[in-house]
């Protein structure tokens, strides 16, 4: 299978937020990539949504909505555009999405954005270098500039893999031997 990109890798990770401590891509711009109404994208998503648990996906309070706004000053289309706060899909959800919207294209932009995400982590992996570096200029500066270090680190440090349970977990127990 040839290795044919239709998206360049540049695109994708203009569209990755570092919010709640993770990397995200909101639902309007996997909208955008996929080329469907970002209505349909929510809608496949509610439908499915025990798909979605919060490691997967979350919607964005009016807070974070406010920083991210202020943060990466979105233009005016997308501000005025918003009329129901933004779904957040870590790595994850993203993935998982391929699934929900199940299209060609879908399966298509999410192996691209999945493999971003993979050189993004390669590259912050691979600059041990960098971060020694950010320490030693943390330790000059003062603290206004702490919450630059701090998302600096944040953006260095690889996701930790969550175990995975085996079997199943009873909610309740049941009598099935009494009477009705």
């Given at each position: 299978?040839?290795?044919t990109s239709i998206l360049p890798a540049e695109i994708i990770e203009k569209k990755i937020y570092f919010i709640r401590n993770q990397k995200v891509m909101l639902d309007?711009?996997?909208?955008?990539?996929?080329?469907?109404?970002?209505?349909?994208?929510?809608?496949?998503?509610?439908?499915?949504?025990?798909?979605?648990?919060?490691?997967?996906?979350?919607?964005?309070?009016?807070?974070?909505?406010?920083?991210?706004?202020?943060?990466?000053?979105?233009?005016?289309?997308?501000?005025?555009?918003?009329?129901?706060?933004?779904?957040?899909?870590?790595?994850?959800?993203?993935?998982?999405?391929?699934?929900?919207?199940?299209?060609?294209?879908?399966?298509?932009?999410?192996?691209?954005?999945?493999?971003?995400?993979?050189?993004?982590?390669?590259?912050?992996?691979?600059?041990?270098?960098?971060?020694?570096?950010?320490?030693?200029?943390?330790?000059?500066?003062?603290?206004?500039?702490?919450?630059?270090?701090?998302?600096?680190?944040?953006?260095?440090?690889?996701?930790?893999?969550?175990?995975?349970?085996?079997?199943?977990?009873?909610?309740?127990?049941?009598?099935?031997?009494?009477?009705?």
């Amino acid at each position: 299978m040839k290795n044919t990109s239709i998206l360049p890798a540049e695109i994708i990770e203009k569209k990755i937020y570092f919010i709640r401590n993770q990397k995200v891509m909101l639902d309007f711009d996997l909208a955008e990539l996929y080329n469907i109404p970002t209505k349909n994208l929510k809608r496949a998503v509610k439908r499915n949504i025990s798909r979605f648990p919060e490691d997967f996906m979350f919607v964005l309070n009016k807070e974070e909505l406010k920083n991210w706004r202020c943060q990466f000053g979105t233009s005016n289309s997308i501000k005025m555009g918003l009329r129901y706060q933004p779904m957040a899909f870590t790595e994850q959800g993203i993935a998982m999405l391929s699934s929900v919207l199940n299209s060609g294209r879908a399966i298509c932009v999410n192996i691209e954005i999945m493999r971003t995400f993979v050189k993004i982590r390669e590259f912050i992996a691979s600059h041990d270098d960098l971060v020694k570096k950010l320490e030693e200029l943390e330790k000059k500066y003062d603290s206004r500039f702490r919450i630059v270090f701090e998302t600096l680190r944040e953006l260095t440090k690889l996701p930790e893999k969550e175990k995975k349970h085996i079997g199943f977990l009873v909610k309740e127990k049941r009598n099935y031997y009494k009477a009705h």
